[in-house]
């Protein structure tokens, strides 16, 4: 039977052994020994070193873990501003541009002037306007006390005239009747003389009187017939003097309810007042807008911001509403970050964001403000109809709007459009 050459050499070995000394042989058992230490102190260190490996490996796995395992982020991000339109108010040729592109300006800086011409001579003739119409309301505010004395006044007068005419009537009555007792005694006195004188006529004639009684006769009866006349004549007056009494009572009680309607004239001059009143107001919001008008020929920076798509130049015609120039407010800034609809699960507004700006390779800090009322899908030009037959389920895209804390943009560096990659901690 062949045996192997391992077999062979250790009996090489052993047969060796036997024949060396027993000097030689604690030699190398010496060796022996100390060879075993030497392998005993490197399996330790051995297995120290892959205890403490193993270890390392696991604090970084679960440092990664939660480095990692509690974050959101994103890559479908941009940094977002406000940009402010600026547009005229008023009509006119551009006299002026103070700006140009890419320059920051604060609030209340002039950037366009319009020629204010046309705008002063509006603003002069809403002057004049005003100043007319006041006028012409204080005159009318002056004659309403007026006409309220001059109608009380008037009232007064012609009831004492009412008065004056009755009085006046019952006397003109009374010498009416007066008038006609004279006439009655006159008639009666005429009609004795005119009986006397035709007796004395027949005694005249068979000569029982004188000539002379009976010429006495005649002419008492001729005065007493005068006299009768007269009285019908102041009869006649004294119906007259009556009418006429009559008719100034009329007159006066007529005077009377003109001034009754006295109130009515007040009323109306107070009408007239407060209608001037209102031409006042009207004239003075004319004025107003025209002194506004002028102020809009000078059209300065609503917000702080930098100057951008600037289109406006000196002579040109512009209209209200037309916009000139726009202002981008880089002293307010965001982050507009759309994730995944299934990344929203955990994320709450005020949770800490790590934003890493591609622009400058660096990392800003900031909190999630609050997430946006619906997709990005949904408020899109052509919103999608999913009840079409040929849906197929995506998923959507919520925006995200992430502020930067304080100080974290002192040179205003930032700006809209940028890229940016946030990641949102969500646990942790």
Not at 213 to 221: D, I, L, P
Request: proline share 4%; glycine share 6%; net charge neutral.
């Amino acid at each position: 039977m062949v045996e192997s050459p391992a077999v062979e050499q250790k009996q090489v070995e052993e047969h060796h052994g036997e024949m060396r000394t027993p000097q030689g042989a604690k030699a190398d058992f010496g060796r022996l020994g100390a060879k075993r230490g030497i392998w005993r102190r490197s399996s330790a260190r051995l297995r120290v070193l892959v205890i403490a490996g193993a270890l390392g490996l696991l604090v970084l796995g679960a440092f990664l873990y939660h480095r990692f395992s509690g974050w959101e982020s994103t890559d479908d991000a941009q940094i977002d501003a406000y940009i402010n339109p600026v547009s005229p108010r008023v009509a006119g040729y551009v006299k002026r541009v103070t700006v140009d592109n890419n320059v920051y300006v604060k609030a209340g800086t002039v950037l366009v002037e319009i020629d204010p011409s046309d705008y002063q001579v509006a603003l002069e003739s809403a002057r004049a306007e005003h100043a007319n119409d006041l006028a012409s309301a204080q005159a009318t505010q002056v004659n309403v006390p007026i006409t309220s004395v001059n109608t009380s006044s008037q009232l007064r007068t012609a009831q004492a005239g009412v008065s004056n005419a009755q009085a006046g009537i019952a006397a003109a009555e009374k010498q009416l009747q007066a008038a006609q007792a004279s006439l009655a005694q006159a008639e009666a006195n005429d009609a004795k003389a005119q009986d006397d004188a035709s007796r004395y006529k027949l005694l005249v004639t068979k000569n029982e009187i004188s000539e002379q009684q009976y010429s006495q006769a005649v002419n008492g009866a001729k005065a007493t017939h005068a006299a009768g006349t007269a009285a019908q004549a102041s009869m006649a007056a004294a119906e007259n003097q009556v009418d006429q009494a009559r008719a100034r009572l009329s007159q006066a009680e007529a005077e009377v309810q003109s001034a009754l309607t006295g109130p009515r004239q007040v009323s109306v001059q107070r009408s007239r007042a407060l209608a001037a009143d209102a031409l006042v107001q009207k004239a003075k919001s004319a004025l107003d807008q025209a002194q506004l008008n002028l102020q809009y020929t000078t059209i300065v920076a609503p917000v702080d911001g930098i100057v951008d798509r600037r289109s406006v130049q000196i002579g040109q015609y512009v209209s209200p509403g037309q916009q000139l120039m726009s202002l981008v407010q880089i002293d307010n800034i965001w982050v507009t970050a759309n994730f995944k609809e299934t990344q929203l699960n955990d994320m709450r507004a005020g949770q800490e964001v790590m934003v890493h700006v591609d622009t400058y390779n660096r990392d800003y800090k900031g909190r999630v403000l609050n997430i946006a009322g619906g997709s990005g899908a949904i408020f899109s030009l052509l919103p999608p109809e999913n009840a079409t037959g040929n849906y197929v389920k995506v998923v959507q895209r919520i925006p995200v709007k992430i502020l930067f804390d304080k100080g974290q943009d002192p040179d205003h560096l930032l700006r809209p459009g940028m890229s940016a990659g946030p990641r949102v901690r969500v646990a942790g």
